[in-house]
């Protein structure tokens, strides 16, 4: 039977899944930029954004709750859209979010590249948005404690 924590991380990993997968699908619609017509796989990307980012919401709700229960504690601290750079993996986030905000304003403004390229680029914008959420907020800060927590363990054994 797996742990308190192991199903957390589960949750937690998961919803990072739905979120990449979620934002994935803004790729494929690059394969039907220029259709006016509703077509049943423009309709399946639309279920899949839709669809990934509730799942998201819901196992990191659910995983957030879990971690609460664990440590038996109330909201600490901010949500992770309101922080910055809080760790490495947050800082990578951060920085592409930011690259690639400027890369889409400028491509739009002056049409270069675009199509494929603007949709990437939407692709990476939405995905780091998230991931900055994530990765700046509480429940990767309690992951990267265990971890700590864990390499401290081992060097004093």
Request: positive net charge; hydrophobic residues 50%; aromatic residues 12%.
């Amino acid at each position: 039977m797996k742990s308190s924590y192991e199903k957390y991380l589960i949750s937690f990993k998961l919803s990072v899944a739905c979120s990449f997968i979620s934002s994935l699908s803004i790729v494929f619609l690059a394969f039907y930029a220029g259709e006016t017509k509703m077509t049943v796989p423009k309709l399946l990307v639309a279920l899949v954004f839709w669809i990934g980012l509730i799942a998201e919401q819901i196992l990191f709700w659910k995983a957030n709750s879990m971690r609460k229960k664990m440590l038996g504690e109330k909201s600490k601290g901010k949500i992770g859209l309101l922080s910055i750079c809080k760790n490495k993996f947050a800082n990578a986030a951060d920085i592409v979010l930011l690259v690639s905000l400027i890369l889409l304003i400028l491509f739009a403004v002056f049409g270069i590249l675009e199509n494929i390229v603007q949709y990437i680029l939407c692709f990476i914008i939405i995905l780091s948005f998230r991931l900055h959420c994530i990765l700046n907020g509480q429940n990767f800060s309690y992951i990267n404690n265990k971890k700590e927590e864990g390499k401290k363990n081992v060097k004093q054994d």
